[in-house]
């Protein structure tokens, strides 16, 4: 078994084997994959909700139960309905905080 552009790992191991009838000695060479970690679905992310456009004048940020997206310069009038848009078809709101301004999500 080839384990040739596959990322899984295997290991060889050799196991002493007597045969019931003769009694013969041999050793049987086995292929056993590595426990893999399991992995879940990565999480979806949060700008590809975002038009294509704005994705690199937006920065996102975890904050617990809420995402907090922060535009990285001035977006402008059109730019910033289009993110609006879709802040408020997600359930989020617009905070006015002078500098510290920002969208709020609420995740799920």
Request: hydrophobic share 35%; aromatic share 6%; glycine share 8%.
């Amino acid at each position: 078994m080839s384990t040739q552009g596959s990322e899984r790992s295997e290991r060889r191991i050799s196991v002493p084997v007597t045969c019931p009838n003769c009694l013969t000695r041999f050793e049987v060479a086995l292929l056993v994959p590595e426990a893999q970690p399991a992995r879940g679905p990565s999480p979806p992310d949060p700008l590809a909700l975002f038009p294509e456009e704005l994705r690199p004048l937006l920065r996102v940020q975890d904050a617990g139960d809420r995402l907090i997206v922060k535009p990285t310069k001035w977006l402008g009038k059109e730019r910033f309905n289009a993110a609006m848009a879709v802040v408020r078809q997600r359930g989020g709101e617009y905070v006015p905080a002078g500098k510290d301004s920002h969208f709020s999500i609420p995740k799920g």
